[in-house]
């Protein structure tokens, strides 16, 4: 009566516990990949500016940022699905420069960087970042897998179609000049949602590091943001080159620190939770295995009170002294009376006999005769 509903509970603790612990598993190894996508977003993005600029070979960093990601998706990749669309974004990658003329290589750097942006978008999704229940958690992941690499990619468009206003013939400039002008207005929302889930975690953390964490990056980043809308100058005039690539460079630094950032208290918060969820799981252990040394003492213990009661009882001249004698002391003559008096009448005489009130004893004067 006791096992059964114990085994039924302890079976659904231990359940809920396993699927819990198996979610946040899962969740760490996207916030691991996540951390591999940071250095590969701001290497494609320094590839786009710099070829733009005329740099033939892609730099260092981009070789260095893949590598990385093809060291994480061997990992995870089964975990996290997504080795095809990484296979296919690491070929494109390989690709770009192949491109010839400006327009062409920013075109393809910008379908490699909407593609990583989409690799994001599935590790958030597969990884079940997305559906975390704690506020905290949720608003980071989304800052930094969501708006994050959005407000990389946005910034260095930007600026690269500023560098590009200043070279292109006039002829060719409006429809660069309207990608731009929608570039400026699309850092600013980012931005502005950005700032607001990173609001959203500080307010909901139980954390006691996170807001000290985020203020000096967030800083950097307000400034690099300010620099470049006074560079852009969405009001009407011509962009300036030189500023806009200033904040560019300013902003990228900037982001993959706050990334840095963010992505460590993530897994710090996780790790705390999956600490809490294995000392649940000791709890558990130990409730379960007293609850079995309760039952198992409920049954031997009555054995073992029954076996003291059925064993005999030892003689008179074998038991200690103190021991009661009632029982032996009925097979024993009578002790005499006062002064050597015979025993009281109806006490049992020498020969154990005891003859009742006004029998008559038929065997008596034959006895006195042969006393005489």
Known sequence: MVLVPTAVLFGRVWTDNADKRDQIQLEQKGVEYITTLTPLISALAESQSTSIAGV???????????????????????????????????????KLPSATSRIDKLNAHIEVTDLTL???????????????????????????????????????????????????????????????????????????????????????TTSATLSSSLVNALDSFRRGIEQLIRGADPTGGQPSSGTTSTAQTTLQGALSNLAGVTLREMDRLLDDRLDSLNYRRGEAVVMGALALLFVAGALIWPAFARRRDSEPVAPAADRPIGESTRDVALDRPAPPGPYGAPPPYGAPGPYGQSPGYGDLDATRGERSGALR
Do not use: C, H
């Open 56 to 94: 033939a070979e892609p730099p260092e960093t981009l070789a260095a940022a893949v590598t990385g990601v093809s060291e994480a998706d061997a990992r995870l990749g089964d975990d996290l699905r997504t080795k095809e669309r990484w296979a296919d974004l690491k070929d494109k990658i390989s």
């Open 118 to 204: 989409a690799l994001y978008a599935a590790v958030q999704r597969n990884s079940k970042l997305a559906l975390d229940p704690e506020a905290d958690i949720s608003s980071l992941q989304q800052a930094v897998a969501t708006y994050m690499p959005r407000v990389t990619v946005e910034v260095n468009r930007t600026g690269d179609y500023a560098n590009l206003l200043q070279t292109l013939p006039a002829a060719n400039r409006p429809q660069i000049q309207a990608q731009f002008a929608y570039e400026v207005i699309a850092v600013q929302e980012s931005v502005k949602r950005l700032t607001e889930a990173l609001q959203s975690a500080v307010d909901n």
